[in-house]
């Protein structure tokens, strides 16, 4: 059974009188516990596609399952739910709140969507922190670290609700070439021992290269289906 599954996509926007298909009949499908990329030149509709995936917006018309659910029939309400029982989100910018510790940064999203009690919370957190190798800046501020531990704690923030489904968005676009093999491997343990997926829309070849499948997009459209150079670690 496919995680997720698109038929036929298409999203149009109105601008003002400009009618612009940012995807254009899309299919696909993604396999749990797998890392896939989607890949193209900037306006080719990557990260319009992981938003429709996550839940943040709605196709215009096609079909579009995510863990078993059909995500285009969900109101607002439903859809914040599901993303909060089922998605982590992972960004270029890292999105990390500044006015909170890196502990509270990662706690956040278990505040928000779950009633999670305080010792469990506080257990997952920590053990999370601690595969990311950040247990030791947990009471620093984001304005106090590094590019490198800013996406660290962006990962350890996406995983704390023990998603099915990890997007990333340019996840290493703004790391060194040793931080971001760091941070690639971070998230292949995560798939590893949790059997989560992972969703890249990305240029960089170093997640390229280490993913499974991966789709390349143009003008709104996949254009081609190919494998990674690696095939992925356990293709």
Known sequence: MSLISANGITKVY????????????????????????????S????????????????????????????VTTMTRRQSAVFRGENLGFIFQDFNLIPVLTVYENVEYPLLMVRNVPSAERKERILNLLDTVGMMDQKEKYPDQISGGQKQRVAIARALVTNPRLVLADEPTANLDSRTAFRVIDIMHQMKEEHKISFVFSTHDQKIVSEVETIYTLTDGRITGQTRGKNGGRNA
């Open 14 to 41: 109105s601008l003002g009188e400009v009618r612009v298909e940012a995807i254009k009949d899309v299919s696909f499908s993604i396999e749990p516990a797998s890392f896939t990329s989607f890949v193209g030149p």
């Open 43 to 70: 306006g080719s509709g990557k990260t319009t596609l992981l938003n429709l995936i996550g839940c943040l917006d709605k196709p215009t018309s096609g079909g579009l399952h995510v863990a078993d659910v059909d």
